[in-house]
């Protein structure tokens, strides 16, 4: 019989890398916009993803909706144990994606817009953060029930991975930027990129310092062989491509910093599925005890197959229209 279980924690994982990458630059442009002061230069960040950010967050839906069909008590549980970063997070959201409508539109008020498109931005993306190091830090559960309390996931270990998405998603959207537009806008990206990768490689070591440190189970995943060997390449790798986009900043090349912040991106979601596989629900519950009947995996299956393609389609179509620079004067976006 076909595992459904684990061909459904492929598609969400599938859903969440991609929303990470797609609305992680997307997200990383509101955190970059304290550092650029022209109103020319804010409309052309914006434009660079304009036409396409509304379509980035049907990855978050997407993973949503799995999760509810596939793993009914993973939804339940995680939502129950962070409902309240959850919660905050869609309302940044919700601001951030009203001031990118308004923000166009508005002349007296744009400066109100600028903030909430600012602040949206980076409290949507330090919630995420904080949801993630909540999640790896375990989830009190008994029975399979959620146990723990309301403020659990209020740590220092998840202000510090809110901290660090917020760092990622700003490098993201730098690189982004840095192949998306010229001339002075990008000069400041060139310059800007180096500090945010140093920032985020500080943050990865952190991360992975602290998480085989207070969790045994970790450790022995990572350390014990013949598992070093196979996973001493993500680390490896994490060094080379920090090396590389600093290397690429230096000699201005357009695309590979946004490339190689990408393949960083990967790396960190290989080292958090190396970590907590095949636990779905840290520390202790499995992919296959948290998993739906076999006839509801594989009834939303078939939706799945049918619209995951044309999502991916879709999305390849529109960031291929739009593949061109942005420039200062520049129409059609608003």
Not at 82 to 109: H, S
Request: aromatic share 14%; with cysteine; proline share 5%.
């Amino acid at each position: 019989m076909i595992d459904l279980s684990l061909i459904w924690v492929g598609i969400i994982g599938l859903g969440v890398l991609i929303y990470v990458i797609l609305d992680g630059f997307d997200l990383g442009i509101g955190i970059l916009f304290p550092f650029i002061k022209s109103r020319e230069e804010r409309d052309v960040m914006m434009n660079t993803v304009a036409p396409v950010w509304d379509g980035n967050e049907t990855w978050m839906v997407l993973g949503g909706a799995g999760l509810f069909a596939a793993f009914p008590l993973v939804y339940s549980t995680v939502l129950s144990a962070l409902y309240m970063p959850i919660t905050l997070m869609v309302i940044a959201l919700i601001f951030r994606g009203v001031a990118f409508e308004f923000r166009f539109k508005a002349n007296r008020t744009k400066h109100l817009w600028d903030q909430a498109f600012i602040w949206g931005s980076i409290l949507s993306s330090f919630l995420q953060g904080v949801i993630l190091g909540a999640y790896i830090q375990g989830i009190q559960t008994t029975n399979g029930i959620f146990s723990g309390s309301g403020l659990d996931w209020l740590t220092p270990f998840a202000l510090f991975t809110g901290l660090g998405v917020v760092a990622m998603y700003a490098a993201l959207g730098c690189g982004w930027l840095i192949m998306k537009t010229d001339h002075e806008l990008r000069d400041q990206m060139y310059a800007l990129m180096p500090k945010l990768i140093i920032v985020l490689f500080v943050v990865f070591a952190g991360v992975s310092l602290y998480t085989p440190l207070t969790h045994p189970e970790i450790a022995a995943r990572w350390f014990a062989l013949p598992n070093l060997l196979y996973f001493s390449p993500v680390p490896v790798l994490v060094l080379l491509f920090t090396f590389l986009i600093l290397k690429a900043c230096k000699e201005r090349h357009d695309f590979k910093p946004f490339i190689y912040t990408l393949a960083l991106v990967f790396l960190a979601f290989t080292g958090f599925v190396i970590s907590l596989w095949p636990n779905i629900i840290p520390p202790s519950v499995t992919i296959w005890e948290a998993a739906a009947p076999h006839s509801s995996q594989k009834f939303a299956l078939v939706g799945a197959v049918i619209l995951i393609p044309i999502i991916i389609a879709y999305t390849i179509l529109s960031y291929w229209v739009f593949r061109d620079k942005v420039r200062v004067g520049d129409t059609g976006y608003h």
